[in-house]
């Protein structure tokens, strides 16, 4: 009789854990995840206003380019580009503006998914708020897609944040 009491308060109290778990909102994190197979490479908390950046070296101009989106909700909106020259896939017949010898453009767009194929010679780099990741390590050079996801708060402490 006493250890079904002890299992019946154990249930008790694991669903009154669970419900409460259940009850703290969801939280925004950026995915980064292979093109192809969909593996995960990194899982890290972002808020609306986060700043997620593309940071690399244009191929041909050899010269920094840098993309910044503000994450919005499920989606990255594209809020400016700095590159230093004009080169193949910039945008050569934007209204731009010009500081320090740099290009800064306010291009338009907002993303579900943001498709990247990183290069060993670009060095492609992401900042996600203060952190920076090498995007050519975490992915082996493999192209990966960055998107917004809601995931529970319950589920953080299970998977962890960082994959």
Same mark, same amino acid.
């Given at each position: 009789?006493? &250890? &079904? /009491?002890?299992?019946? $308060?154990? @249930?008790? !109290?694991?669903? $009154? ?25 990194? %899982? ?10 593309? +940071?690399?070296?244009?191929?041909? %101009?050899?010269?920094?380019? =840098? +993309?910044? /989106? ?12 700095? @590159? +230093?020259? /004009? ?15 740099? @290009?800064? =453009?306010?291009?338009?767009?907002? /993303?579900?998914?943001?498709?990247? $194929?990183?290069? &060993? ?9 203060? %952190? ?9 050079? &493999? ?10 708060? @319950?589920?953080?402490?299970? =998977?962890? !944040?960082?994959?």
């Amino acid at each position: 009789m006493k &250890r &079904r /009491y002890v299992a019946a $308060a154990a @249930f008790v !109290v694991l669903v $009154a854990a669970l419900g409460s778990a259940a009850a703290v909102p969801d939280r925004q994190v950026l995915v980064v995840s292979d093109v192809e197979t969909g593996e995960t490479y990194l %899982e890290t908390p972002v808020d609306n206003g986060t700043v997620v950046a593309l +940071e690399y070296t244009h191929s041909v %101009e050899k010269t920094r380019v =840098y +993309e910044a /989106y503000t994450v919005r909700g499920d989606h990255l909106e594209m809020t400016h580009m700095e @590159f +230093e020259s /004009y080169g193949w896939g910039l945008p050569s017949r934007a209204n731009v503006t010009r500081k320090n010898g740099t @290009f800064i =453009y306010d291009p338009p767009g907002s /993303y579900e998914r943001l498709t990247v $194929a990183p290069g &060993r010679i670009a060095g492609h780099r992401l900042h996600v708020g203060d %952190e920076t990741h090498d995007l050519v390590a975490l992915s082996n050079g &493999r192209s990966v897609t960055l998107s917004i996801h809601r995931q529970s708060a @319950f589920a953080l402490p299970l =998977y962890g !944040v960082d994959r």
